[in-house]
Each structure stands twice: as structure tokens, then as C-alpha cells.
């Protein structure tokens, strides 16, 4: 396989997500061109960049949740298949008025491996109440999720994705308007994720934070400007070309 090259490269690992040439347009307007890049395995990577800038629509693009116009997404080596991925939704996309309880939103994250027609079976609720655990909510399993807060909804939301057991994980904007603990316990799992080999790939917004929450960091505005370590690319220049001057200044004050 060719790899297209990024403005800034690490070595290549085993079990890379690449991404060539993405492009999406929504009718008349292009929100990615040509977007080329490698998120690697052991270490959590931001993708960063202004409000639409198309992050949304990156990681939609690549689990095919919106029609590309150019585009190949591989994992390791092969096409990526939708069901190697756990995806978490930008809060706002979802409904929040959708009358299940936590344990059932946790549940639907064994679907997948399951099918639809087939009952979850003991292994699978297993796995459902294991990860429900693993984000401190075991408590609350018969509770409406409109009825928590933000954090506690992504915290369960999280929970489903580790129950998919999927191999790569993509966030949208996980950290936004959550509390402290749930910050927490959020960014420890997806540590151990990255640690234990997976792909894990986080919209954010704030620049402050992601010299210390990520490994590698994806500076996107409809192109990739810069990929590589935080220190690579949280640089003056490279966030004037992301955001425009005003964000530079704000940095700086
Ligand atoms: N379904 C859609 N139809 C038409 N335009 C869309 C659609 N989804 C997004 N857009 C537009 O595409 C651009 C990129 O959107 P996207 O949601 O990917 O950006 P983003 O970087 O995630 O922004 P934010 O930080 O606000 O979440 C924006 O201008 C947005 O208005
Ligand atoms: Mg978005």
C-alpha cells in the first residue's frame, strides 16, 4: 500500500488507520480536500481545528456516514470495516429525549457483534455490565439517560463503545461541558485503550489541553495543516493557518 505523506511523520506502527485523500463536499460546499493521514495505534491522538472545519465530518467520512466524493480509509492494510470502529457522536447530534435507560444503551453496543435478530446472550451482557463498571455506573443501569447528566451520558456512551469491543475508537468532542470525575475517567479509559494497542482518534476543541491529553495531534481545516506531536503542532503559524490571526492572539494573551 502507498502511504501519502503528512506534513509531519513518526514512524509507521503495525495497525495505523490511513486515510487518503478524503474529500466531502455537502452540495455546493467542500468541507474536506484532500484530507491525507496516518492516526497510529498506541496513543490517543486530538483532530483540532475551528468550528466547521469539518471534524465532524472527518470522522463521519472515514466510518462512511456520509458519502464521500474521494477517499480510502484502510486498517491495517485493509479496508475499514464499520464494525471495527466504536464511534461516540458530537453531543449535540443526539437525542437525548430517546426513552432508553442506560442499561439499554449500553446493550446496543453488542448489536453489532450479535445482529439484530439475535437475542444478547450471556457473554455479551457480561461484557455490557463489565464495561458499564469500568465507567463507574454500574449504579445507575435502570435510569432514563435523558435523565443524567453530561458527563454521566458520556460516560455511559462510552460504556457501549467498550462493549462493541472494537479495535479503533472515535470520539466527538467526548470532554465537552462534562464534569471533572467523568473528565477523568473518560480520558483513564481511553489512556488504557491507546496503551493496549487501539486506535483512538478525539475531537476537541480546546487547544490549552491537548499538550497534555494527546500523544499526536491532527491541526484540520478542510486540509490537514499539520500532523505530529503537540509541540509540532500547537506552533503560532500553524494555528494562524487553522484558525486565523485572532486565535493566535488569544493563545498568546
Ligand atoms: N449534513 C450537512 N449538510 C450540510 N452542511 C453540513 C452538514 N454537516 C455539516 N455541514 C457543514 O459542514 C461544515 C463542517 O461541519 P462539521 O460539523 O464537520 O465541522 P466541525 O469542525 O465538526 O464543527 P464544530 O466544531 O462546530 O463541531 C460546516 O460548515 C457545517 O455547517
Ligand atoms: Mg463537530
Redesign the pocket.
Known amino acids: 500500500m502507498k502511504e501519502q505523506p503528512t506534513p509531519i511523520r513518526l514512524h509507521s506502527a503495525r495497525g495505523s488507520l490511513s486515510v487518503q485523500d478524503l474529500s466531502?463536499r455537502?452540495?455546493s460546499?467542500r468541507?474536506?480536500r484532500g484530507v491525507s493521514c496516518e492516526i497510529r495505534p498506541g496513543g490517543i491522538t486530538g483532530i483540532l481545528?475551528?468550528?466547521?472545519?469539518?471534524?465532524?465530518?472527518?470522522?463521519?467520512g472515514i466510518l462512511g456516514l456520509?458519502p464521500v466524493e474521494t477517499g480510502v480509509v484502510r486498517y491495517k492494510g485493509q479496508n475499514l470495516r464499520s464494525e471495527q470502529v466504536a464511534y461516540l457522536p458530537?453531543r449535540?447530534l443526539i437525542d437525548w429525549t430517546f426513552p432508553a435507560t442506560v442499561w439499554d444503551v449500553v446493550l446496543m453496543g453488542r448489536v453489532k457483534p450479535t445482529g439484530w435478530l439475535r437475542r444478547i446472550g450471556r457473554q455479551g451482557r457480561q461484557r455490557a455490565a463489565q464495561a458499564l463498571e469500568r465507567v463507574g455506573m454500574q449504579d445507575y443501569r435502570d435510569r432514563p439517560i435523558g435523565q443524567l447528566s453530561g458527563g454521566q451520558q458520556q460516560r455511559v456512551f462510552l460504556a457501549r463503545a467498550l462493549a462493541q469491543e472494537a479495535e479503533i475508537y472515535a470520539l466527538?468532542?467526548p470532554f465537552a461541558g462534562i464534569d471533572h470525575p467523568s473528565e477523568a475517567i473518560l480520558f483513564q479509559v481511553l489512556r488504557e485503550l491507546a496503551d493496549s494497542g487501539h486506535v483512538v482518534m478525539v475531537?476537541h476543541?480546546d487547544l490549552g489541553q491537548a499538550l497534555t491529553y494527546f500523544d499526536e495531534v491532527l491541526l484540520?481545516?478542510q486540509v490537514v495543516i499539520a500532523q505530529g506531536s503537540p509541540a509540532q503542532v500547537l506552533q503560532p503559524h500553524l494555528l494562524q493557518q487553522a484558525y486565523g490571526h485572532s486565535m493566535t492572539l488569544d493563545l498568546a494573551a
Do not use: R
Open positions: 466531502v455537502y452540495g460546499s468541507v474536506l481545528g475551528p468550528n466547521g472545519a469539518g471534524k465532524s465530518t472527518f470522522l463521519k456520509v458530537q449535540s466527538d468532542e475531537v476543541h484540520l481545516n
